[in-house]
Nanobody
Framework: QVQLVESGGGLVQAGGSLRLSCAAS????????MAWFRQAPGKEREFVAA????????DYADSVKARFTISRDNAKNTVYLQMNSLKPEDTAVYYC??????????????????WGKGTLVTVSS
């Protein structure tokens, strides 16, 4: 069993930065690929970024490439999402997810075993 708790959301102006954290409980954190998804009001939940358990495979949605960076620290059971050059369209609830089938399929939600409850990011124009 893995529990995921996101933090770091808030209100930021367009062009600003935020760093989200997802803290995981449980001894098996290192065995899971991790991902961030987001859901804007009235829209479907969408993939943002994923990272393999070793950090050697990383995948990004086209909409965040070159602006967002995903990383993980297995010693701290934490995955991060550094978000730079934020845009109003990045406004959403951001969710952390743990997947059992590897980072390359997480964008399809393939193998997602656990979800966090989310943290709200609001980008003002």
């Amino acid at each position: 069993q893995v529990q995921l708790v996101e933090s770091g959301g808030g209100l930021v102006q367009a062009g600003g930065s935020l760093r989200l954290s997802c803290a995981a409980s449980g001894r098996t954190f290192g065995a899971y690929a991790m991902a961030w998804f987001r859901q804007a009001p009235g829209k479907e939940r969408e993939f943002v970024a994923a990272i393999s358990w070793r950090g050697s495979t990383i995948d990004y949605a086209d909409s965040v490439k070159a602006r967002f960076t995903i990383s993980r620290d297995n010693a701290k059971n934490t995955v991060y999402l550094q978000m730079n050059s934020l845009k109003p369209e990045d406004t959403a609830v951001y969710y952390c997810a743990a997947g059992a089938n590897g980072a390359t399929v997480l964008r399809l939600r393939d193998g997602v075993r656990y979800w966090g409850k989310g943290t709200l990011v609001t980008v003002s124009s």
